[in-house]
C-alpha cells in the first residue's frame, strides 16, 4: 500500500473523488425515483457528453490499470 500512496496524484485524486461524490448523488437519485432506462434509452445516453467524459475516464482507468497489472506481472516473470 505505500507504494500506491506515493503512484497516486493527490490533485488527480480529489478531482476524481468528487465527480464520484456527483455520480453517486445521480445513482442514489434514479433508484429513488425507480428509473430504469431502456435499452434505447441506454443507448441515446451515449451521446451525451456527461457519458462520454465519464466513459473516457472509465476507460483511461482501466486501461491504466491493465498497463500496471502487465508491468507487475513482466517484472514477477509471469506471461500466463
Known amino acids: ?18 465527480a464520484v461524490g456527483g455520480g453517486v448523488k445521480e445513482a ?4 429513488e425515483l ?3 432506462p431502456s435499452l434505447p434509452e441506454t443507448l441515446k445516453l451515449l451521446g451525451d457528453p456527461d ?20 508491468e507487475q506481472r513482466e517484472q514477477q516473470g509471469r506471461t500466463d
Open 1 to 18: 500500500m505505500g507504494k500506491l500512496a506515493g503512484a497516486v496524484d493527490p490533485r488527480e485524486l480529489e478531482i476524481l473523488m468528487t
Open 28 to 31: 442514489a437519485r434514479n433508484v
Open 34 to 36: 425507480g428509473r430504469r
Open 51 to 70: 457519458v462520454q467524459l465519464a466513459l473516457g475516464a472509465a476507460l483511461g482507468l482501466l486501461k491504466g490499470v491493465g498497463a500496471s497489472l502487465r
